[in-house]
């Protein structure tokens, strides 16, 4: 589609206007509605659950109580975190319980996550900023939690690439703390030979090759440990993807 092209929603109510294209297929929309409704409301009403690619079926009712994890509460994201489909409020009760602390932010989850490596090396690659938001409790747990030598467990990339976006930022300011409360983009491409500074655990699915979601764990854990969690994986029948199974490095 080009440039000033129209799309309209449902019986014509909601109306989007392409006001800017980029690379891959990116296209930016302006939406308008046309009923004195608010833009949002035609967007729950009308609008689909984001299923992965690899997810061969169109969306269901259903899906969007499944493809949701049990803190989401601010719109923004294109699709899950998936590492939080693994836990339900009785499995955070139950981590609660054993002592653990569970801090919270909002991950604004888009291009960033899902575009793959196209080119021939990592280093070539240019990510899709994705902002986020460190409430300051979380900040201040978590930057508790380091003065404190006590393990920082990231539920999935995503959590990884905001928290070490807020290190690095604080680490450029000269700050004292670990991250920073407050909202930020991520830019950040995290690559094998990366130093992390707040994450020292991470809860993560297994991941499709050439994507910038296998280069994080290969950062974190060793490429040849990733590798060889992997081929145990496929030799065992792991699921793999969104709704498949994870695995925990530390």
Do not use: W
């Amino acid at each position: 589609m080009h440039m000033g092209d129209r799309v309209l929603f449902g019986g014509g109510e909601l109306e989007a206007e392409i006001i800017a294209r980029g690379e891959f297929g990116l296209r930016t929309l302006r939406l308008v509605t046309h009923d004195r409704k608010p833009v949002n409301e035609h967007l729950d009403r009308l609008g689909h659950v984001p299923l992965p690619p690899y997810i061969e079926r169109a969306d269901e009712t259903a899906d969007r109580e499944r493809y949701q994890t049990v803190f989401a509460k601010n719109p923004g994201a294109i699709a899950a975190p998936t590492a939080g489909l693994h836990f339900s409020e009785e499995i955070i009760k139950r981590i609660r319980e054993r002592g653990a602390e569970v801090c919270e932010l909002t991950l604004n989850v888009g291009l960033g996550t899902f575009q793959p490596v196209h080119g021939e090396t990592l280093e070539g690659h240019v990510m899709h900023s994705e902002s986020y938001e460190i409430p300051p409790a979380a900040a201040e747990r978590i930057n508790a939690a380091h003065a404190a030598g006590r393990p920082v467990f990231a539920i999935g990339t995503t959590v990884v690439r905001a928290l070490e976006d807020s290190a690095l930022r604080a680490a450029v300011a000269g700050s004292s703390d670990v991250v920073n409360a407050g909202k930020a983009e991520a830019k950040l491409f995290i690559i094998p030979g990366f130093r992390f500074r707040a994450v020292t655990a991470l809860l993560t699915n297994f991941h499709l090759p050439r994507s910038t979601l296998l280069a994080l764990v290969c950062a974190f854990a060793g490429r040849e440990n990733v590798l060889a969690a992997y081929r145990h994986a496929v030799e065992t029948g792991y699921r793999f993807y969104s709704y498949g199974d994870c695995m925990l490095l530390r």
